[in-house]
């Protein structure tokens, strides 16, 4: 009888680190350049880092922070909003398609 040999998995990338932040990282991490791409140009991370000035990304830490304290859900809300903002500003949708995009993440009690 054979043997199977099994088979390596696949390496995975290394993460890419954020760019766009000027004074110091922001800490996201991206699986593809194309994935860093499309975030800096039309997703949430380029609202919550790219362009968020530095005196208002002191308020995004804390938001972090306390979600990270007190209930998780509260920074993919955060995300969310900021995502269903950019779908709005940078890509021309409806406010009502972007909620609509969007609404797979919330369930009804």
């Given amino acids: 009888s054979r043997t199977e040999t099994p088979s390596a998995a696949p390496a995975r990338p290394e993460p890419l680190p954020c760019t766009a932040a ?54 993919l809300a955060g995300v969310l909003v900021a995502q269903a903002i950019a779908d709005v500003n940078f890509t021309g949708a409806s406010a009502e398609a972007a909620l609509a995009r969007l609404a797979c993440f919330a369930a009804a009690p």
Wanted: aromatic share 8%.
């Fill in 22 to 75: 000027v004074s110091s990282s922001c800490g996201a991490v991206f699986c593809s350049e194309a994935c860093r791409s499309e975030q800096l140009a039309r997703g949430h991370h380029r609202l919550l880092c790219a362009e968020l000035p530095e005196e208002r990304r002191g308020r995004w830490r804390e938001f972090c922070a306390h979600a990270d304290d007190t209930c998780d859900t509260f920074l």
